[in-house]
């Protein structure tokens, strides 16, 4: 989780969203296979979302046919709860994990997402009832919290 800590520090702080970090581990061997954070990879995106999109890049297929190439088990960190929705339309976090549920078999958290863009966040809830267990890593909620949040406008 402190390596996902320190890639959400590379992410640029803005209003509009939070800075996460996230990695996929495969369980084999605890290798880290795909590592990303908010807005690494154009197009608005999210550090689970870079994640899958560079593994994708990695064995030359698209996000949506990942599965068929990931027979390792993995876990995946991510230092803020998945997002269920997205103001900007595109695919929820949570929906793109539940694509990959096949080899995604668990996710550890930093923290629950804060209710600032969308409201309460059921993403935790939604996995867990598609089968994936879900974690709360404690310890790092404060370091993790101001880390998503810098660049909000506070008031």
């Known amino acids: 989780m402190r390596y996902a800590?320190?890639?959400a520090d590379k992410s640029p702080?803005?209003?509009t969203n939070f800075r996460v970090g996230a990695i996929l581990v495969k369980l084999e061997d605890w290798s880290i296979t795909a590592a990303g954070y908010t807005l690494e990879l154009p197009g608005n995106t999210h550090a689970e979302e870079c994640c899958l999109l560079k593994l994708a890049e990695q064995h030359s297929t698209t996000e949506e046919?990942?599965?068929d190439f990931m027979t390792?088990?993995?876990?995946l960190y991510t230092t803020v709860e998945p997002c269920y929705k997205r103001l900007s339309g595109k695919l929820p976090c949570v929906e793109?994990?539940?694509r990959q549920k096949a080899w995604i078999q668990k996710v550890y958290i930093g923290v629950l997402e804060p209710e600032t863009f969308v409201g309460p966040n059921p993403g935790?809830?939604?996995l867990e009832e598609a089968g994936i267990d879900v974690s709360h890593v404690?310890?790092?909620e404060d370091e993790i919290l101001k880390t998503a949040t810098a660049g909000h406008?506070?008031?």
């Open 138 to 140: 404690p310890g790092l």
């Open 65 to 67: 046919k990942l599965a």
């Open 5 to 7: 800590l320190a890639l």
């Open 96 to 98: 793109r994990v539940m």
């Open 124 to 126: 935790r809830r939604i």
């Open 13 to 15: 702080p803005k209003p």
């Open 153 to 155: 406008v506070s008031g």
């Open 72 to 75: 390792s088990p993995h876990v």
